[in-house]
């Protein structure tokens, strides 16, 4: 695939066209009163045209929008509705168990995401798995779903603050985001205020208009204690550049009409008996080439080992399924996912009282070259055929 960037600048519009087998493709064009729509891929496959100019309706969504529906190992089919300060509605839900949050995509419903919801309860282990059904806000147009993430976020970060008033640990809590799911996942886990949720996993998060947002309006490195994307059609549906902890690429992550392949991967994770195996690079051209068969390699998916220490990049615990598969490199099975910049002197800073999101806003390469500096590494990437 060759990627062509037309900065056609004037008045009307600026264009991007991806050349696809000779096939020319426009995925974005900046509005104007005569071209304002681009086709998007809703969470079904199916292409749907976007007016980036709709009216957004002053409405707001509200927890009776939003629903969150809990399975468990012995309840697996029937779930139970649970509301935000209804103690009687917990029901089975338990505070010492490992808690998932699974967030659907735009124009979609918690059918999109239930083979990831199947998978972990086909795992025999004892989770709280919460689907988050906001198929009401996900339904209207793009700009306006984009809009509602903002506060179904919010009502998401609000209900795990309840959670944790009942004894569940934040570090305990993985939120899991499929395309404009994982922005709102991403929404979620910065807003609690209980404590930094433990991991934050996005599928492919959605790219189109995400690229100019506020770090606190979509998924980035700050979320959780750990971000995991696994990215399948950057540059196209889904979010191009490198914005967690550990960032894979199968395939280098941008093929065409692959959007629905990330949440594949990571249900299949859960069900694999080997486990997908990526390598660190730089680029996957370099990884293409071999260039990095020296580098470290990591699990993708649900297995991912999580960090448990900010700055020791060396002290990372495996999921005990990880372990118990044999997965992993190095002693006790350990995986070097790298430390990030931002981890390390957002710690420092926050003591401070700088703020969390200093060093978010400068450019990459300065975030390289202080942690050459400091002898740390930028966020890792992974790469995988």
Known sequence: MMVIVGMRVSMMIVSMMVIVNMRVIMIWSAPSASNNKIQLEDDQGNLQWVDLLEPVPKTRVTEDNVTFLLYTRSNPTNPTTLRTGVDSSLGEFNPKHETVLVIHGWTSNPSSVSAITDGFIATGRDYNV???????????????????????????????????????????????????????????????????????????????????????????????????????????????????????????????????????????????????????????????????????????????????????????????????????????????????????????????GVGRRVLDRLPLMYRIRLALFMGTSPPSQFYLP
Not at 297 to 309: D, L
Request: aromatic fraction near 8%; include cysteine.
């Open 130 to 352: 919460i689907v988050v059904d906001w198929s009401g806000p996900a339904s209207p147009g793009y700009v306006t779903a984009i809009g509602n993430a903002r506060e179904v976020g919010q009502i998401i970060a609000t209900f795990i603050d309840y959670l944790a008033s009942k004894g569940l640990s934040t570090s305990h809590i993985d939120i899991i985001g499929f395309s404009l799911g994982a922005q709102v996942a991403g929404i979620a886990g910065f807003r609690v205020s209980a404590g930094t949720v433990g991991r934050v996993t996005g599928l492919d998060p959605a790219g189109p208009l995400f690229n100019t947002a506020s770090s606190k309006n979509k998924l980035d490195s700050a979320d959780g204690d750990f971000v995991q994307v696994i990215h399948t059609n950057g540059g196209l549906q889904g979010y191009k550049g490198a914005i967690g902890h550990a960032d894979f690429f199968p395939n280098g992550g941008s093929r065409s009409c692959a959007h629905h392949r990330a949440p594949a991967f990571y249900a299949e994770s859960l069900a694999r008996s080997t486990p997908f195996t990526a390598t660190e690079c730089g680029s996957y051209r370099d990884y293409s080439r071999n260039e990095c068969e020296s580098r470290p390699r990591a699990v993708m998916g649900a297995y991912t080992p999580r960090r448990s220490i900010f700055g020791h990049p060396s002290a990372l615990l495996p999921d005990p399924a990880v372990s118990a598969r044999g997965a992993g490199e190095g002693e006790g099975g350990l995986i070097h996912l790298g430390e990030v910049l931002d981890d390390r002197l957002r710690r420092e800073y926050v003591s401070e």
